[in-house]
């Protein structure tokens, strides 16, 4: 789950996230983090479902008993009542990043922690496994992963934690050992013309 989330779609997610822990507890923020799974899994998986929840041109009202047509005992009150919400401010087009945010906010809740590990090929659950244990032991937190192939990538891994960025790619590393033999060069030839000077006083 690599799509990021902005200060919108955080807003909306912490919103829902209070309105299902008064209503049910935990049971119910993972019932509305399962819904909202599948409505963005169906918004992306079909084209005309994806533009008919982001187009700007489509009037809010007639969308808006559409969704009610659509989603009444598909899914809880809650989801839909959020939904009919999110068409009314014009920002169906935000769900998306709003399941992500609220996702993040449910692994919060449970000691978990998301995280995208990115490799140059597909990494065995031996690896996955090992990755695993190290972030748990690092962040204290159960590490929920989600494996990615970057084949941009020569070698190592690369974890996305929330924005954070841990990079030990071999690309990263080859990178680093330049910069530090360019610097340790530079300061040897100047060290040498020092002493040079020093010569020939």
């Known amino acids: 789950m690599s799509t990021q989330t902005d200060a919108l779609a955080n ?4 919103s829902l996230f209070e309105l299902a822990t008064d209503a049910g507890g935990t049971d119910k923020v993972l019932e509305i983090a399962d819904e909202l799974e599948q409505v963005c899994a169906l918004t992306a998986n079909n084209q005309e479902i994806g533009l008919f929840f982001s187009s ?3 009037d809010k009202v007639k969308r808006g008993e559409a969704l009610s047509a659509i989603f009444t005992n598909k899914v809880t009150d809650l989801a839909l ?3 009919l919400v999110l068409n009314n401010k014009g920002r169906l087009d935000h769900l998306r990043q709003i399941e992500v945010a609220y996702a993040q906010l449910v692994q919060e809740a449970l000691g978990r922690v998301e995280v995208n590990v990115f490799t140059p090929r597909a990494v065995d659950e031996t690896s996955l496994q090992t990755i695993k244990r190290n ?3 690092m962040l204290g937190k159960e590490p929920v992963l989600h494996s990615h192939v970057d084949p941009s990538m020569l070698g190592g891994v690369k974890l996305r934690i929330g924005d954070q960025l841990i990079d030990g790619s071999v690309a990263t590393k080859l990178r680093r050992l330049s910069e530090s033999v360019q610097s340790k060069g530079s300061m040897a030839i100047r060290e040498q013309f020092e002493t040079y000077l020093e010569d020939t006083k």
């Open 135 to 137: 972030v748990q032991e």
């Open 11 to 14: 807003v909306y997610a912490r």
């Open 56 to 58: 700007p041109i489509i």
């Open 81 to 83: 009542r959020f939904l």
